[in-house]
């Protein structure tokens, strides 16, 4: 073992609490500073990911509680992510024929910066599909008019910047 994990697992074995997000967070030689013990310290470990359960099976006591907030995976049913590679050069030519062919039902786009929601929302609309867009530099107002509009079905198609969470309050979560 190596001088910097033999400083993690010393100091693991004082620890009240531990936190994961990936299944292989701890290597093999801190894990055994983990496994529960007979004393009344508790420990807490958190699991993210559905691949992190063979590693809570392993280190959680059996008389482990499991919090629960909101539904667990309700958005994965309801939402599909399609990935497309392409060219460059085939970019727009694909993305209209995938508004008109496959997008059917109400669509969400994400984009990375402010200026391509507006880029995007301009090029499908021109295209015959109504378009809405959201993005930072927009005011809350503008931004609950646009998603008013996509969800009444007014504009069936979106493109949004992505954004931190919580950066506008809509009344409504639901789409």
């Known amino acids: 073992m190596n001088r910097e994990a033999d400083n993690v697992c010393s100091s693991c074995k004082n620890c009240g609490s531990a936190v994961t997000g990936q299944p292989l967070a ?20 958190v ?7 063979g590693l809570a099976k392993e280190l959680l006591r059996e008389d482990y509680l499991k919090i629960v907030v909101d539904k667990i995976d309700a958005a994965n049913k309801s939402i599909t992510q399609d990935f497309v590679q392409i ?15 496959v997008f059917k039902q109400k ?8 200026t391509m929601p507006d ?26 008019a646009a998603l008013a509009d996509f969800r ?14 919580g950066a506008w309050t809509f009344r409504e979560s639901t789409m």
């Open 47 to 53: 699991f993210k990911s559905e691949q992190s359960q």
């Open 26 to 45: 701890f290597p093999s030689p801190i894990r055994p500073s983990l496994k529960p013990t007979a004393s009344s310290t508790p420990s807490t470990l």
């Open 107 to 114: 669509t969400l786009v994400f984009a990375a910066s402010k």
């Open 119 to 144: 880029t995007l929302g301009v090029f499908i609309s021109e295209a015959g599909t109504l378009t809405t867009t959201t993005h930072g530099v927009r005011e809350q107002n503008q931004c609950e």
């Open 87 to 101: 060219e460059r050069r085939n970019k727009k030519a694909t993305l209209l024929r995938m508004v008109v062919q």
């Open 152 to 165: 009444s079905g007014r504009r069936p198609f979106s493109t949004q910047q992505q954004w931190p969470r």
